[in-house]
């Protein structure tokens, strides 16, 4: 079994590494070893930055998710998606996955089958969400962008679990009514991601959590 290693090059780009055999390591601030069956795919490719990289195996796919900022006049990040069915030899084309105004960033994401989740935080002056999106085909398309974390404010530190039809998600965040308490909340999905549950406030403390 193929088992991709990833790191952040020293020119900040991501970089994936096919280990095809054992027994080496991949230094990215050193050119690659010369041994045979080593191979290194610059997956970004971009004028822009190239951070908060998060990288998945599941059911003999691969994908990956991050941060970039090359489409951007200001520096705000985009949340970009590559996928690859194949165990990393070719990944697809460039998704852009956030499509927003604001600074997206922070990544999650999962898989069960041939259904992907995405989730991530979007930065504004007034306020942050969480948005979602999925894709029912290892990542060839992905369906409109949900918003999470409606109801809440200041929401980041986006995390996304899957089991069969159910996805989690789960972030930390503020009520409307106490936005100085930072609360972990939650909402289900029983039929992919399609459609999510109400918020559900897991830590209901007096405290931040």
């Avoid at 020293?10 to 994936?16: N, P, S, T, V």
């Avoid at 690859?84 to 069960?112: M, Q, V």
């Avoid at 109801?151 to 998600?169: D, H, P, R």
């Avoid at 972030?171 to 100085?180: A, E």
């Amino acid at each position: 079994m193929i088992q991709p290693n990833i790191s952040l090059s020293m020119f900040r780009k991501i970089l994936i590494l096919a280990l095809l055999c054992t027994g080496a390591i991949y230094m990215p601030s050193h050119s690659i070893s010369p041994m045979a069956g080593y191979s290194a795919s610059n997956l970004s490719n971009n004028n822009g930055y190239s951070i908060n990289q998060k990288l998945l195996q599941s059911n003999g796919s691969t994908y990956i998710v991050w941060t970039d900022t090359s489409n951007s006049t200001n520096e705000n990040g985009n949340i970009l998606f590559r996928g690859s069915n194949n165990g990393g030899y070719r990944f697809n084309d460039i998704f852009i996955l956030s499509n927003k105004t604001g600074d997206s960033n922070l990544p999650a994401i999962s898989s069960y089958g041939s259904n992907v989740y995405v989730a991530w935080e979007e930065e504004s002056l007034q306020n942050s969400h969480i948005f979602f999106r999925s894709s029912p085909n290892n990542g060839a398309t992905f369906g409109k962008i949900l918003d999470i974390s409606n109801g809440t404010i200041w929401s980041t530190l986006a995390k996304v679990a899957s089991n069969k039809n159910y996805v989690y998600v789960v972030w930390v965040g503020s009520n409307v009514g106490d936005p100085k308490n930072f609360e972990v909340f939650l909402r289900r999905s029983n039929d992919s991601g399609q459609s999510f549950g109400t918020v559900i406030d897991l830590s209901r403390s007096g405290g931040d959590s």
